[in-house]
Every structure is written in C-alpha cells, then in structure tokens.
C-alpha cells in the first residue's frame, strides 16, 4: 500500500510558476514510478508526467512538455511538479499517483491539490 498527499497548489496569474510536492508513505519509494495527472472540470483526467523509479527517465503530455519538470527525492519520498509558464489552461486538480505492481498501472492516488491560473 501506498498513501499519497499532495500539496503546493494555489492561485496564480498566467506567467508563474508553481512547485507542488507529493509525499509518499508505505511501500519503498524508491521501488516505483510516480506521475502526475490533472483534472479540469467537466473534463477527463490526463496525463501531465511521470517519472521512474531513479529519476533517470521523465515522460510528459504533451501541453506541458517545455514548461513543467517532474522530479523526485527518493530520500525524502517525495515526487515534485515544477510548473512555469503557467496558462489559464493549466487550471485543474492535480493528483500525483504511484505504479502499483503492475508495471505502467498507477494503483495508489492523492486526494489532489486544487490549481487556479488566472488570465
């Protein structure tokens, strides 16, 4: 098992930046792959970053790519979001979520932490 809890969200004019964190708890961080997703309303959950179980390999969807860094801390159990660039499209919850044991399957999420960019 795996409890996650995000935090850093807030709101934010166009052009910032903004870290979140998830921190992690349970199984050894070290032994799994982290991501990151978002949820605007009234729209479906999507992909935003991932990233192994060293740090050695980060993904991104494809709106973020340029803007957002995902990285971890496997000391502190932690996977960070590094947002810059933000856009009014970047509005959303945000949920970090962990690779249960089925290899690219996220089982384990985050209760979210809410984003808002203003225009």
């Known amino acids: 098992q795996v409890h996650l809890v995000e935090s850093g969200g807030g709101l934010v004019q166009a052009g910032d930046s903004l870290r979140l964190s998830c921190a992690a708890s349970?199984?050894?961080?070290?032994?799994?792959?982290m991501g990151w997703f978002r949820q605007a309303p009234g729209k479906e959950r999507d992909f935003v970053a991932a990233?192994?179980?060293?740090?050695?390999?980060?993904y991104y969807g494809h709106s973020v790519k340029g803007r957002f860094t995902i990285s971890r801390d496997n000391a502190k159990n932690t996977v960070y979001l590094q947002m810059n660039s933000l856009k009014p499209e970047d509005t959303a919850v945000y949920y970090c979520?962990?690779?249960?044991?089925?290899?690219?399957?996220?089982?384990?999420w985050g209760q979210g932490t809410q984003v808002t960019v203003s225009s």
């Open positions: 979520a962990a690779e249960g044991s089925t290899q690219g399957r996220y089982d384990y």
């Open positions: 349970g199984r050894t961080f070290s032994s799994y792959a």
């Open positions: 990233i192994n179980w060293s740090g050695g390999n980060t």
